[in-house]
């Protein structure tokens, strides 16, 4: 009598990275988005492509999945600022072509040799850190090829030579990617690997993040009560705007309170009296020492934890 076969389970944490690098790849398709043009719809299928590639590939790889999914939105919003810096009249037929040409080739060279990436990609920490600086190596001659295109008057020639010139440099850009594909996965995947190690140290300081959050918010809404209070029992305006006089409702002193506690300061909203200046000024102070006391307590956790977690490591054996 044989088991019965096993249910099939995807790997632990896929639909997480399916999600984020869907919605990720969703985000730069809006940024990106030009009107009556396909290429927004290219990002997405894109990243559709990566992901679905590398799940075929290697279906416990999600950190590289998601680093390099997300290596592919951020090479999207490169490509469309500097396909229009240096080829501003490059012909549609170019655009695509070029987008898809270092993708392409990144895919059938990670296929080729997926048996010694499988180790690199499925790793649950960081591949090599010391190898950060000369993993990154394969970057130097595409900055290179982004700066000539940029030095270079090609932006002044007729469209279809920038169309040319285009391609041209994207083939340049896509034997690089080829050749480097090893070095490109292992940098990827270590920086997915260490954000989610930043996200698991953010997630042990969650408490004292979520105290400084409410107190910082209470303190915008208290001064946002106070100018509006100061401006209903004040004979004369408080605050003027570009167009003169502001009423100041309420959803106004809050948005005043938020900035003035930023020291963002935009100028679209400004006290114009010594009382209410006093009054920002001290909320100023205020959101200052707010600052360094929420940055004292994080630490001070932070610590606390690392100390918990040193006293309850085991010892050895035989202790």
Known sequence: MTDAPRPYRPPEGWLRSVGMTLGFGMLVAGGVADQD????????????????????????????????????AVYACLFTVMGRAAFPDAPPWSRAPAFLMPVVAFLVAVWWRRGKLRLVAEADRPFDLGHLPRMARWLIPIWVIGAFSLALPVNRLPMHDQGA???????????VIAASVGAVVRLLTDMALITEELAGRASRVLVPMIAFLAMY?????????????????????????????????????????LVTQATVGYGDVTPHDDGIRLLASVQVVAGQMLLLFGFAEIMRTRRVIGVDATTRRPGPAGD
Request: glycine share 12%; hydrophobic share 55%.
């Open 37 to 72: 043009t396909p290429f927004p719809y290219l990002v997405i299928g894109v990243a559709a492509l990566g992901l679905g590639t590398l799940y075929l590939l290697f279906p416990h790889g999600m950190h590289a999945a998601f680093g390099i999914s997300a290596g592919l």
């Open 217 to 257: 918010v209470m303190l915008v809404v208290v001064f946002a009560c106070l100018y509006r209070i100061a401006q209903g029992l004040s004979l004369q305006p408080l605050f003027y705007g570009p167009q003169g006089p502001v009423p100041l409702p309420f959803p106004d002193a809050l948005y005043f309170s």
């Open 165 to 175: 010139a285009l391609l041209g440099a994207m083939v340049v850009i896509s034997v």
